[in-house]
Every structure is written in C-alpha cells, then in structure tokens.
C-alpha cells in the first residue's frame, strides 16, 4: 500500500491554518494572563492566616485539577447557560474555562513562588522604610516573578497546546482546521503533518523566545 | 411526569456504567505501557548508543511538542488510511500510550540522571551487573523522583481519556453527553461526571503523596 | 558619653549632644529562653558604640528590635526622642501599625552581614529605591544622591551592575551607601564583615572609618577588634542578654573587670596578641 502526498491543498489553506495557529496562540496568551492575576490573588490568600479562605483556594486548586479540561469546557459552555449564566460567544467562554484552568496551576506556581524568595530580601525593603504593600510591590513581587518565569514558560506552552480542545466547541483554531481540511480534501496525512509540525514549531519558538528572556532576567545567581 | 435526577441515573446507568469501563480500562492499559515504556526509555535516553539515545530525543520531545487530541486525531484518521482495519478505541489507545510513554521516558531519565555517578560506581565495585545496579541500586533511589511525576501524569492521562470522547469511544464523558442528549438535566449529569473523575483524580494524587512521603527517607 | 571629637568639630552648635538612642530595661524572648534580659543603653549623636560578646549573647536580637524586625516584649527604645515600635495608650502597650513603623525605619539604617541588595536591581537602583519610594524623592534626584553615595564608597563605576556582578566587599559598600543615603539618624551594623573574605574586610572598614568621622551616629556589632579598639568612642560587652561591662574602648580593654569579658578578650588577644597595645 503506497500513500502519495499532496501538499498542494495544504499550501492553498495554509493562510487558514497560520491564522488558527495565531488564534490558538492569542487565546493561550489571554488565558495565561488571566491565569497569573488568578494565581497571584489565590497564592496570596494562602499566605494569609484566614483558613477558610485558604480552604477555598485549596478546593478550587485541588478540584480544577483533577478535572478534565474537555468536560470543563463543556460544563461551561452547555452547562452553565443551562442555569441562567451566559457567555458573550463561544470564544468567551472558551477563555473563561482555559483561564480557571490556568488560575489552578498557577496558583501553585505562585505560592511556591511567594515563599521561595528570602526573608532577609524582605527585611532589606523593611529596614530602608518600604511599608509592606511597598515591599510586596518593588522587592517580593519582582522577585517571585523572576523565580517563577521558567514555570510560566512551561504553562504557556502547555495553554497553547490545551486551546486545540477549542476545537470541540467550533473555534476555528489550528486543530480544528487540520479537521476541516482533512474532511473535505481526504489529505489525512498532509493535514495532520502539517498541523503537528506547526504545533511542535510553534512550542519549540516559544520555549526558545522564553529561554531568552529568562536568561535575561535570571539575576539571582 | 416530573423528571428526577435518580431517576434518569437509573436509566442511564447501564449506559453510564459501560463508559466508565471504558474510562477505567484505557486509563489502566495507557498508563501500563506508559511505565514499561517509559522504564525502558528512560534507560536507552540514559545508557542507549548515540544514535537510539538521539532518536529516543526526538520520539519524546516531538510527543511532548504536540497536542494530545492531535495525536489523537492523527493516529485516528491516519492508521484507517494505512489500511489497517482499526477501531477509535485503538487508535485511541494507540496516541494516548504514546504521548504517556514520552512523558514517563522524560520522568525515568531525569531521574535516573539525578541519582550522584558516585552510587553507580560503588555498585560497580562491589561487582554487581548492569541489571543488579539498576534494581537495587538505581531504581529505589530514583523512586523518590519517578513516583510524584509519573502520578501526575497518570492524572493526565485519565483526564486525557475524555478526548477520545472526540473520535467517538463510548467512555464516562461521551456516555454523560449521551444521557444529557435525552433528559436536558445537562448541570445535574455533567457535575456527575466531574465527581468521578474528581475522585478518581484525586485518589491517585494522594497515592502520589503517600509514596512520596514512604520514599522521602531518601536524600542526597 | 563622650561625644565623637571628630562629630563636634563639623557640628555648628555648642548645645550638648542629643541622645539619638536610648534603650530601657529591653527584655526579649523566643518561646521560653530569654534572649534579652533588661538592656539599658543609650548612644548620643555622633557616637560610634560598639556592641562585642561571645555569640548567641543577643547582638544581632538587641539590633532587630531597635530597628523593629523584632518584637520585644518589655521595655522601651527611643530613637531621637520618639518611641520605636509600641505606644503606651491608656496603661496597655501596643504595636504600632506596619505604617508608622514603616515610617520609624526609615530614619534607622541598618547594615545586614549578608549584604541583601535587591537582586533584581543594579546598585544605584538599590540605593534610589527608599529615596524615591519612601521619601518620594524625583528620580533624577535620587540617581544623582545614589551617585554621590556609591562615589563615597569608591564605587562610582559600578553604580549600573547588578549585585551578583559585584564581589561581596563591593555588595557591602553599596548596601552601606543605601543606608547612608537615606540620612538615617542611626545606623545599626550587624557584623558587615563577617561573611566577607579576608582580603575584602578592610575595604569596608574603611568606608565605616570614613562615616564615623563624618559625624554618623553608628551602633556597630563587630568581631573586628582593632577596628573597634580605633574607631568606636564607646564599647558595650553583652553576654548572656545582659550588658556586663562597658566604658572607652582602651580602658574596657586593658583592664576588663569581669572574668567573662576576660575569657572573650582572651580569644583575640591569642590571635592578633596585645589588644590595647599601639
Ligand atoms: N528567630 C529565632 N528564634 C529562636 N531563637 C532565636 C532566634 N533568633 C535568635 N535566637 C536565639 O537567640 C540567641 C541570641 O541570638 P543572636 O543572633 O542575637 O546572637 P548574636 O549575639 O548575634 O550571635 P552571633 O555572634 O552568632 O551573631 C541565640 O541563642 C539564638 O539561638
Ligand atoms: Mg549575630
């Protein structure tokens, strides 16, 4: 059995498939945000004394991440309208559900992250008069973040390769375009090929790009 | 007549008990071969010749590179092509016991790689084998770092299963849709879902931290 | 106390010399050792006190509490005539706010023995970040003070480095500068050259030589005798949590009076032989 490849079809919709690459990319990076703002409030309320604030956030933590991110996405997308919580469109609530998601390993990040930076750095901030919101601001906050951007890497590129579940609920992002393209063309292997060396191109980019930049910040020798 | 939620689980139980075989059944084949897979590889990422160890490179950070449900997609659509008569469970089956394999290949080398060359060899001269050294000489020692990652992708892996509700493969979340499908109790049976695999979940990520502390005796 | 001579002569005034710090009756424990037991101490404005005892005797302890890294639990420190750390409202003694003490640690600089400069920041940074944060200086300003500050410690040309480019006698000159240039009216040093290689330790006792004769009130926990013995005007033997013995450096050294401070003398004088001789 031989196969023939054909890429012609593929370079005719690969326009399509650049801008679901670009679309699965730009709601990774929306989510990652979201995630980080998620993750620093949660990883600050563990620090705090407060335990049933610390019980929530170890609930959210603990539930969101023994579930699977295709159910979550549907439970909000066909589940919670179903009770009167509607989203603007699918895009929303996709980045919603990716965004929680996020917010649960980040949160683990950033308390690992909060409590890894020195305690005499922060008596430092203190003793030249920084109040401590001042402290959090200038000293630890900049800090976590460099401790923490390897972390932040990873979890960008495992979003980005998570929106391909996007695909589920008809966002045109990569994924869903190599389906298409494979539906209606029958290239089953270009389609495919093509979809997987972007993907792997595109997590190869952004491990590169970010290396970089954490060879830039990196100053805590 | 007032639809109830016990009642539509009675009716859906069948349905319901059949995925979450399905669900059970790849969870337990996947991470199988992922750990036998991931032994053996993780050895030839260590140990192998130049060439298996640099080809064994490219498998795992290609794997690792590319999404799940594309695998998936992938192995689906593409092994019909090769004429091979194969079912979604298979293929299925198939790009989840490969992407698992990759990530316990990855888990088993930093493992092995992180235990001092000291200990190998001091296991070489007091004359033990190849075999001997990884057995009781390695392998514990690497326990301590292998068992929290390899739970976590065990995790993953489970969570993974529901993709193949995607290609059509009868498994808890396919079944929960289906059931949906017929009574519109869509929170009540998709929170049913969440529940089991939160307990399945979250019975293998306390495993995972019991075995951590039983091995945590070990340090270097 | 006599005042530091050096201080007198820049000082313009002839009013006597204000007491910058006055420590009473301070008790301070963790859990149920008490690691403070009563210290009285009081420092006037141009002196350079030393604080010397054998180690675990309550320095560094004794040096977070005036600086309010530590709370202690009786007792009062003032530091220009304001109470540090607690108020006294109707009997009961209370912390004060993080705010207020924000704000009372600001005029206190204190040296860490493990330098701690903001990693992230280069030295000017370092220096520019309690002007421009804490006394809301312009930034433009504040490099040029930090400029000036990092010049005063010889290191004008390593102002733009990051900490870890810097060799740990440079780091402590700069942490000394960002201290320095916040005009504190006390700075506290808790021994600055102990994680320092030997060859470095010289270079910051210069820069702490320089300060003592500018007339900078200092309290200084240090192993460095010789250093003590020519700089500090006042010396202060703690041991066990208790101030044992105290006086001129040249006089507590030649006759100690207790046999504690004789043990504890008795170690320097076997390595670098007659402390008092000149
Ligand atoms: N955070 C703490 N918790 C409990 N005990 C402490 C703490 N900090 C200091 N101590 C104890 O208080 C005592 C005094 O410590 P301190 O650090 O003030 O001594 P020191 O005179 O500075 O010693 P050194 O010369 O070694 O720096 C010691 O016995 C120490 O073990
Ligand atoms: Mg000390």
Same mark, same amino acid.
């Given at each position: 059995?031989?196969?023939?490849?054909?890429?012609?079809?593929?370079?005719?919709?690969?326009?399509?498939?650049?801008?679901?690459?670009?679309?699965?990319?730009?709601?990774?990076?929306?989510?990652?945000?979201?995630?980080?703002?998620?993750?620093?409030?949660?990883?600050?309320?563990?620090?705090?004394?407060?335990?049933?604030?610390?019980?929530?956030?170890?609930?959210?933590?603990?539930?969101?991440?023994?579930?699977?991110?295709?159910?979550?996405?549907?439970?909000?997308?066909?589940?919670?309208?179903?009770?009167?919580?509607?989203?603007?469109?699918?895009?929303?609530?996709?980045?919603?559900?990716?965004?929680?998601?996020?917010?649960?390993?980040?949160?683990?990040?950033?308390?690992?992250?909060?409590?890894?930076?020195?305690?005499?750095?922060?008596?430092?901030?203190?003793?030249?008069?920084?109040?401590?919101?001042?402290?959090?601001l200038y000293v630890v906050l900049p800090l976590t973040f460099r401790i923490v951007?390897?972390?932040?890497?990873?979890?960008?590129?495992?979003?980005?390769?998570?929106?391909?579940?996007?695909?589920?609920?008809?966002?045109?992002?990569?994924?869903?375009?190599?389906?298409?393209?494979?539906?209606?063309?029958?290239?089953v292997m270009e389609a495919w090929l093509t979809a997987s060396l972007l993907y792997?191109?595109?997590?190869?980019?952004?491990?590169?790009?970010?290396?970089?930049?954490?060879?830039?910040?990196?100053?805590?020798? | 007549?007032?639809?109830?939620?016990?009642?539509?689980? $009675?009716?859906?139980?069948?349905?319901?008990?059949?995925?979450?075989?399905?669900? $059970?059944?790849?969870?337990?084949?996947?991470?199988?071969?992922?750990?036998?897979?991931?032994?053996?590889?993780?050895?030839?990422?260590?140990?192998?010749?130049?060439?298996?160890?640099?080809? $064994?490179?490219?498998?795992?950070?290609?794997?690792?590179?590319?999404?799940?449900?594309?695998?998936?997609?992938?192995?689906?659509?593409?092994?019909?092509?090769?004429?091979?008569?194969?079912?979604?469970?298979?293929?299925?089956?198939?790009?989840?016991?490969?992407?698992?394999?990759?990530?316990?290949?990855?888990?088993?080398?930093?493992?092995?790689?992180?235990?001092?060359?000291?200990?190998?060899?001091?296991?070489?001269?007091?004359?033990?084998?190849?075999?001997?050294?990884?057995?009781?000489?390695?392998?514990?020692?690497?326990?301590?770092?292998?068992?929290?990652?390899?739970?976590?992708?065990?995790?993953?892996?489970?969570?993974?299963?529901?993709?193949?509700?995607?290609?059509?493969?009868?498994?808890?979340?396919?079944?929960?849709?289906?059931?949906?499908?017929?009574?519109?109790?869509?929170?009540?049976?998709?929170?049913?879902? $969440?529940?089991?695999?939160?307990?399945?979940?979250?019975?293998?990520?306390?495993?995972?931290?019991?075995?951590?502390?039983?091995?945590?005796?070990?340090?270097? | 106390?006599?005042?530091?001579?050096?201080?007198?002569?820049?000082?313009?005034?002839?009013?006597?010399?204000?007491?910058?710090?006055?420590?009473?009756?301070?008790?301070?424990?963790?859990?149920?050792?008490?690691?403070?037991?009563?210290?009285?101490?009081? #420092?006037?404005?141009?002196?350079?006190?030393?604080?010397?005892?054998?180690?675990?005797?309550?320095?560094?302890?004794?040096?977070?509490?005036?600086?309010?890294?530590?709370?202690?639990?009786?007792?009062?420190?003032?530091?220009?005539?304001?109470?540090?750390?607690?108020?006294?409202?109707?009997?009961?003694?209370?912390?004060?706010?993080?705010?207020?003490?924000?704000?009372?640690?600001?005029?206190?600089?204190?040296?860490?023995?493990?330098?701690?400069?903001?990693?992230?920041?280069?030295?000017?940074?370092?220096?520019?970040?309690?002007? #421009?944060?804490?006394?809301?200086?312009?930034?433009?300003?504040?490099?040029?003070?930090?400029?000036?500050?990092?010049?005063?410690?010889?290191?004008?040309?390593?102002?733009?480095?990051?900490?870890?480019?810097?060799?740990?006698?440079?780091?402590?000159?700069?942490?000394?500068?960002?201290?320095?240039?916040?005009?504190?009216?006390?700075?506290?040093?808790?021994?600055?050259?102990?994680?320092?290689?030997?060859?470095?330790?010289?270079?910051?006792?210069?820069?702490?030589?320089?300060?003592?004769?500018?007339?900078?009130?200092?309290? #200084?926990?240090?192993?460095?005798?010789?250093?003590?013995?020519?700089?500090?005007?006042?010396? #202060?033997?703690?041991?066990?949590?208790?101030?044992?013995?105290?006086?001129?450096?040249?006089?507590?050294?030649?006759?100690?009076?207790?046999?504690?401070?004789?043990?504890?003398?008795?170690?320097?004088?076997?390595?670098?032989?007659?402390?008092?001789?000149?």
């Amino acid at each position: 059995m031989t196969y023939n490849f054909n890429f012609s079809v593929i370079w005719r919709q690969f326009d399509v498939m650049l801008w679901g690459l670009g679309l699965g990319l730009l709601l990774a990076v929306i989510s990652l945000a979201i995630g980080t703002v998620i993750g620093l409030v949660c990883g600050y309320a563990f620090r705090t004394n407060n335990k049933t604030l610390r019980g929530l956030v170890w609930g959210y933590v603990e539930f969101i991440r023994n579930e699977p991110l295709l159910l979550l996405i549907f439970f909000v997308y066909f589940g919670l309208p179903a009770i009167g919580i509607r989203f603007f469109d699918k895009y929303e609530s996709f980045v919603i559900t990716l965004s929680i998601y996020a917010g649960a390993y980040l949160t683990e990040v950033f308390r690992a992250g909060l409590t890894s930076v020195p305690e005499r750095y922060v008596e430092a901030a203190k003793a030249i008069g920084l109040k401590p919101w001042q402290t959090q601001l200038y000293v630890v906050l900049p800090l976590t973040f460099r401790i923490v951007l390897p972390s932040l890497s990873n979890n960008l590129i495992s979003l980005f390769k998570d929106t391909s579940l996007a695909t589920a609920i008809a966002i045109p992002e990569l994924t869903f375009t190599a389906r298409q393209i494979n539906a209606n063309t029958y290239r089953v292997m270009e389609a495919w090929l093509t979809a997987s060396l972007l993907y792997l191109a595109t997590c190869y980019l952004i491990a590169i790009a970010l290396r970089q930049i954490e060879k830039r910040y990196s100053v805590i020798k | 007549m007032q639809r109830t939620y016990l009642g539509e689980l $009675m009716k859906a139980k069948w349905s319901l008990l059949q995925g979450f075989i399905t669900t $059970m059944e790849i969870s337990a084949i996947v991470i199988v071969i992922g750990l036998i897979a991931g032994m053996i590889g993780g050895l030839l990422l260590v140990y192998g010749p130049k060439p298996v160890r640099l080809l $064994m490179r490219l498998y795992v950070d290609v794997l690792r590179g590319i999404p799940v449900l594309v695998l998936i997609l992938f192995s689906y659509y593409g092994l019909a092509l090769l004429g091979v008569n194969i079912s979604a469970y298979t293929a299925g089956v198939v790009a989840l016991a490969g992407f698992c394999s990759a990530h316990m290949s990855e888990t088993f080398r930093g493992a092995i790689d992180s235990i001092p060359v000291g200990q190998t060899e001091a296991a070489k001269a007091i004359g033990l084998t190849f075999q001997q050294r990884f057995i009781y000489v390695l392998l514990p020692q690497a326990a301590r770092r292998i068992v929290p990652p390899a739970i976590n992708t065990a995790v993953e892996m489970v969570k993974g299963t529901t993709l193949l509700s995607i290609i059509g493969v009868l498994d808890v979340l396919l079944a929960t849709q289906q059931t949906i499908a017929r009574n519109y109790m869509v929170i009540e049976f998709y929170a049913t879902a $969440m529940l089991f695999y939160f307990v399945l979940n979250f019975t293998l990520s306390r495993m995972g931290a019991y075995f951590e502390r039983r091995f945590g005796f070990i340090r270097y | 106390m006599s005042a530091n001579p050096a201080a007198s002569a820049t000082s313009e005034s002839a009013e006597p010399a204000r007491n910058l710090l006055v420590a009473r009756d301070v008790h301070k424990s963790f859990g149920q050792t008490e690691v403070l037991k009563g210290i009285d101490l009081t #420092v006037t404005e141009g002196e350079v006190v030393a604080l010397i005892g054998a180690s675990g005797s309550g320095k560094t302890t004794f040096l977070r509490c005036i600086n309010l890294l530590e709370e202690f639990e009786q007792g009062s420190i003032t530091v220009d005539g304001d109470p540090v750390g607690y108020t006294d409202r109707g009997g009961s003694r209370r912390r004060l706010s993080e705010g207020r003490l924000a704000a009372q640690r600001a005029r206190i600089g204190m040296v860490f023995q493990s330098f701690n400069l903001f990693p992230h920041m280069t030295a000017a940074q370092n220096v520019m970040l309690g002007l #421009v944060k804490v006394k809301g200086m312009a930034k433009a300003e504040a490099r040029s003070l930090a400029d000036h500050w990092l010049a005063r410690v010889g290191l004008a040309d390593r102002a733009d480095h990051h900490p870890y480019q810097l060799s740990g006698g440079q780091q402590q000159r700069v942490a000394i500068a960002r201290a320095v240039a916040m005009d504190p009216r006390l700075i506290l040093f808790d021994e600055v050259t102990s994680a320092l290689d030997p060859e470095l330790v010289s270079e910051v006792l210069g820069v702490m030589k320089d300060l003592a004769k500018s007339g900078m009130t200092m309290l #200084v926990v240090s192993h460095e005798m010789l250093f003590v013995r020519d700089v500090a005007t006042h010396v #202060v033997f703690l041991d066990s949590g208790r101030i044992v013995e105290e006086g001129e450096p040249h006089a507590v050294f030649k006759n100690p009076k207790s046999d504690r401070l004789r043990a504890f003398l008795g170690r320097f004088t076997d390595i670098i032989g007659d402390i008092t001789a000149r």
